[in-house]
């Protein structure tokens, strides 16, 4: 009559432990997840940043070359040149 009752007892402290212990790994997980989930907006508003920031100075660049261009086209093709300064306009 012991044994089947020691047996009983045996079997569900072990259920319990496993129980705990999935317990506790699955708290563990979940902590994990959330802190993966926290460095990954981190990483991705630094790289739309980055993103940003490239497309600015990809424009600017365009921008810088594309007058550069237009001015030694305008100076070598059409054989025009830089106005001259001078205090007085005339109408």
Not at 5 to 10: A, C, D, G, H
Not at 39 to 53: D, G, P, Y
Request: a negative charge.
């Amino acid at each position: 009559m012991l044994a089947p009752l020691k047996q009983k007892i045996i079997i569900n402290a072990l259920l319990i432990t496993a129980l705990v212990s999935i317990s506790i790994l699955s708290i563990h997980w979940h902590n994990q997840m959330y802190l993966l989930h926290e460095q990954e907006k981190i990483v991705k508003s630094n790289h739309e940043r980055i993103n940003a920031l490239n497309r600015q100075l990809m424009m600017e660049s365009s921008e810088l070359q594309s007058g550069v261009t237009v001015y030694q086209k305008s100076k070598e093709e059409l054989l025009m040149f830089s106005p001259i300064e001078s205090d007085e306009v005339s109408i």
